[in-house]
């Protein structure tokens, strides 16, 4: 069992930047971010194989977020930039042993989640 740990989600204005990060107990192939905003269902945000040499990342992400891994940490982070009000959600870190998958099963591990709130 891999167990993760987010931290620095929080209140930003419009435009404005925010950093997560997501521990992890132990390696795996494949770490990314999911986000859930209230009556929506999960949504693919970004993930990152273990090499690096393969990323994805939702349209509505793209030139914005950057995601980005510290192996020797476990470490997964998601640099998010120019927030939009509709970022709003609860962001969870995920953890998984396939490639880059864009559905929520394609991920065996799930933190708690983080809450993002952009106002605008």
């Known amino acids: 069992q891999v167990q993760l740990a987010e931290s620095g989600g929080g209140l930003v204005q419009a435009g404005g930047s925010l950093r997560l990060s997501c521990a992890a107990s132990a390696t795996t192939e494949t770490m990314g971010w999911f986000r859930q905003a209230p009556g929506k269902e999960r949504e693919f945000v970004a993930a990152?194989?273990?090499?690096?040499?393969?990323?994805g990342y939702a349209d509505s992400v793209k030139g914005r977020f950057t995601i980005s891994r510290d192996n020797f940490r476990n470490t997964v982070y998601l640099q998010m930039n120019s927030l939009k009000a509709e970022d709003t959600a609860v962001y969870h870190c995920?953890?998984?042993?396939?490639?880059?998958?864009?559905?929520?099963?394609?991920?065996?591990?799930w933190g708690q989640g983080t809450q993002v709130t952009v106002s605008s």
């Open positions: 995920v953890a998984g042993n396939q490639g880059i998958e864009t559905t929520p099963a394609g991920y065996n591990y």
């Open positions: 990152r194989t273990w090499n690096g040499l393969y990323t």
